[in-house]
């Protein structure tokens, strides 16, 4: 169990997948990462690109997201991500899909309009990149989109194009590179 660190639902407790299958962004990071981007949470149409418990998009509905997409391709932890948007009381609010990143994003439908994108796939995967240099995804992102990877302090990033670096913060082993689309 996590918990949600601030916004409507603050202090609720939700599950995660048993196993080590997904990697629950910790407390504090998470904390550090809403607090960075508290002033574009509201209204915000979100996408939670390799969900895992969904916790990052619940957090971003908790502060003022007007929708969240999850993606995820673990059925597990699908089932977790339903629960805890039953729980949170956001079924009306979350797009949960199953599938993998960015295939997935690219078969929404059209005019989805993400302007907040969370990217925190397995570390060294290169699934940050992959997703951002999708021209189908790009077709999804509203204009001036923030996206946020997760990846390893050790990790190679290579900056995608038509992407601006506007933040890199390290967190333990942990690295949060915040970019702007144009």
Not at 14 to 33: H, N, S
Not at 72 to 88: C, P, S, Y
């Amino acid at each position: 169990m996590i918990r949600i660190i601030s916004g409507e639902r603050r202090g609720a407790k939700i599950a995660t997948p048993d196993g080590e299958a997904t990697r629950p962004l910790r407390d504090r990071i998470r904390e550090a990462l809403f607090n960075a981007l508290r002033a574009d949470l509201r209204g915000a149409i979100v996408l939670d690109a390799f969900a895992g418990s969904g916790a990052v998009g619940f957090e971003a509905l908790s502060n003022g997201a007007a929708r969240a997409s999850f993606i995820e391709n673990d059925r597990k932890a699908l089932q977790v991500i339903r629960a805890n948007a039953q729980k949170l009381r956001y079924e009306d609010r979350a797009q949960i899909i199953e599938g993998t990143s960015p295939e997935a994003i690219a078969g929404l439908p059209p005019g989805q309009s993400f302007n907040l994108l969370f990217l925190m796939p397995p570390y060294h995967s290169g699934l940050c990149e992959s997703v951002l240099n999708d021209n189908r995804v790009a077709g999804q992102l509203a204009t001036g989109a923030i996206a946020v990877c997760e990846i390893h302090k050790d990790e190679k990033f290579e900056i995608p194009a038509g992407w601006t670096i506007t933040k890199d913060k390290q967190y333990g082993i942990t690295r949060l590179v915040f970019l702007a689309g144009k």
